[in-house]
C-alpha cells in the first residue's frame, strides 16, 4: 500500500519508523531544526520540532513516539506536522508489530510484508517480543529486509533474505497444519529466524553486494545465535520454548540428527521447499 505523506488510514498509531532525518539551524540561529518523515502501515507523516541540541541517538531506521501530535495531521497535506519531538524507543517492546513499519521504498513486495506481520500474529507472546529485541536495532532490521540471502539463485538480489525467511515460515505454517504436539510458535520463530543471522554477512561495494568479514569468518546460523542470546537477556522467554526453539536452529542445518525434534524436521523440509517456490516464481501469490 502505498501513501503520501501526512495521509491517515483509520487512528494513529503508537509508534512509528524514521525514514528520514533532517537537522538545520534553528531561528537566528538558535537551537535546532528539525523535521522527519516517519512511516507505519496506518500512516505516513512529516513533522517538524524545535529542541536546543541534535540527539545523536535518532537515525535513520529508529522506531520512536510522537510527542504533541495533533489530532488530525493528515489535514496538512504539504507542510510538515508541528510537533513537540520525538520520543526514541530504545527498548524493545512486546506489543509492535514491527512488521507494520517496513516501508514501501524498503520492500516493493507488500503481500510479502503482509504476509511477515501475520506470521508475527502466530506466535506467542515471549517469541514476539523475542523477535521484537532481536530485529529492534534499525539498522539490523533494514539490512535484514533489503539485503540478499546469498549472492547466487535463488536468493541473490535486494531482500532476498526477508523473502526466504518469510517464504520458509508460511511454508512450515503449512507443514504443521493438524500435527499434533507441534508447536507453531516454534516453527514460525525458527524459520523466520533461520536467515536473519544472514543480514551482516553481506554488505554493498561500489553499488554491488559482496561477502562481509563477518560472512567470511562466522556466518549467519552462528551470528542468529549471538543475537538470541543478547535478545533473551533483554526479554522473558521460557526456557523450555527457548531450548526447542535454539534446537530447531541447530538440528535443522543437519546438527544433532539422532534427537531431531519434529519442529527441526518441518524446518528443514520448509527452507528446501521455500527454494525451489522461489525459483518457480510461486512465492507470495494471489491465494496464498
Given at each position: 500500500m502505498?501513501h503520501?505523506?501526512?495521509?491517515?488510514?483509520?487512528?494513529?498509531?503508537?509508534?512509528?519508523r524514521?525514514?528520514?532525518?533532517?537537522?538545520?539551524?534553528?531561528?537566528d540561529?538558535?537551537?535546532v531544526?528539525?523535521?522527519?518523515?516517519?512511516?507505519?502501515?496506518?500512516?505516513?507523516?512529516?513533522?517538524?520540532?524545535?529542541?536546543?541540541?541534535?540527539?545523536?541517538?535518532?537515525?535513520?531506521?529508529?522506531?520512536?513516539?510522537?510527542?504533541?501530535?495533533?489530532?488530525?495531521?493528515?489535514?496538512?497535506?504539504?507542510?510538515?506536522?508541528?510537533?513537540?519531538?520525538?520520543?526514541?524507543?530504545?527498548?524493545?517492546?512486546a506489543?509492535?508489530?514491527?512488521?507494520?513499519?517496513?516501508p514501501?521504498?524498503?520492500?516493493?513486495?507488500?503481500a510479502a510484508?503482509?504476509?511477515?506481520?501475520?506470521?508475527?500474529?502466530?506466535?506467542?507472546?515471549?517469541f514476539?517480543?523475542?523477535?521484537?529485541?532481536?530485529?529492534?536495532?534499525?539498522?539490523?532490521?533494514?539490512?535484514?529486509?533489503?539485503?540478499?540471502?546469498?549472492?547466487?539463485?535463488?536468493?541473490h538480489?535486494?531482500?532476498?533474505?526477508?523473502?526466504?525467511?518469510?517464504?520458509?515460515?508460511?511454508?512450515?505454517?503449512?507443514l504443521?497444519?493438524?500435527?499434533?504436539?507441534?508447536?507453531?510458535?516454534?516453527?514460525i520463530?525458527a524459520?523466520?529466524?533461520?536467515?536473519?543471522?544472514?543480514?551482516d554477512?553481506?554488505?554493498?561495494?561500489?553499488?554491488?553486494?559482496?561477502?562481509?568479514?563477518?560472512?567470511?569468518?562466522?556466518?549467519?546460523?552462528?551470528?542468529?545465535?549471538?543475537w538470541?542470546?543478547?535478545?533473551?537477556?533483554?526479554?522473558?522467554?521460557?526456557?523450555?520454548?527457548?531450548?526447542?526453539?535454539?534446537?530447531?536452529?541447530?538440528?535443522?542445518?543437519?546438527?544433532?540428527?539422532?534427537?531431531?525434534?519434529?519442529e527441526?524436521?518441518?524446518?528443514?523440509?520448509?527452507?528446501?521447499?521455500?527454494?525451489?517456490?522461489?525459483?518457480?516464481?510461486?512465492l507470495?501469490?494471489?491465494?496464498?
Amino acid at each position: 500500500m502505498e501513501h503520501n505523506v501526512n495521509t491517515i488510514v483509520g487512528s494513529s498509531p503508537v509508534f512509528y519508523r524514521v525514514t528520514s532525518l533532517m537537522r538545520l539551524p534553528g531561528r537566528d540561529g538558535r537551537g535546532v531544526y528539525n523535521e522527519a518523515t516517519l512511516y507505519h502501515d496506518a500512516e505516513a507523516i512529516r513533522v517538524a520540532w524545535h529542541s536546543s541540541a541534535v540527539d545523536t541517538r535518532l537515525r535513520h531506521g529508529s522506531l520512536v513516539a510522537v510527542r504533541g501530535l495533533p489530532c488530525n495531521p493528515h489535514r496538512r497535506q504539504h507542510d510538515p506536522v508541528p510537533v513537540v519531538g520525538l520520543t526514541l524507543l530504545d527498548k524493545p517492546l512486546a506489543a509492535p508489530n514491527l512488521f507494520h513499519a517496513v516501508p514501501d521504498v524498503w520492500v516493493g513486495d507488500r503481500a510479502a510484508v503482509e504476509a511477515a506481520a501475520s506470521l508475527w500474529e502466530g506466535m506467542s507472546r515471549p517469541f514476539q517480543h523475542l523477535l521484537n529485541a532481536v530485529l529492534w536495532d534499525g539498522g539490523r532490521f533494514y539490512r535484514f529486509v533489503t539485503g540478499p540471502a546469498s549472492l547466487s539463485e535463488p536468493f541473490h538480489g535486494a531482500g532476498g533474505n526477508f523473502h526466504q525467511s518469510v517464504a520458509a515460515a508460511t511454508q512450515a505454517c503449512l507443514l504443521v497444519q493438524n500435527l499434533p504436539d507441534v508447536s507453531t510458535s516454534v516453527v514460525i520463530m525458527a524459520a523466520l529466524l533461520t536467515f536473519i543471522g544472514k543480514a551482516d554477512d553481506y554488505c554493498l561495494k561500489d553499488h554491488c553486494y559482496v561477502l562481509s568479514e563477518r560472512g567470511y569468518w562466522v556466518g549467519g546460523p552462528t551470528t542468529i545465535l549471538e543475537w538470541l542470546a543478547v535478545a533473551r537477556a533483554r526479554v522473558i522467554v521460557p526456557e523450555a520454548q527457548y531450548l526447542a526453539l535454539v534446537h530447531a536452529l541447530v538440528a535443522a542445518r543437519g546438527q544433532a540428527e539422532d534427537r531431531r525434534s519434529v519442529e527441526a524436521t518441518v524446518l528443514a523440509v520448509a527452507a528446501r521447499l521455500s527454494e525451489e517456490r522461489r525459483m518457480s516464481g510461486t512465492l507470495f501469490t494471489k491465494g496464498d
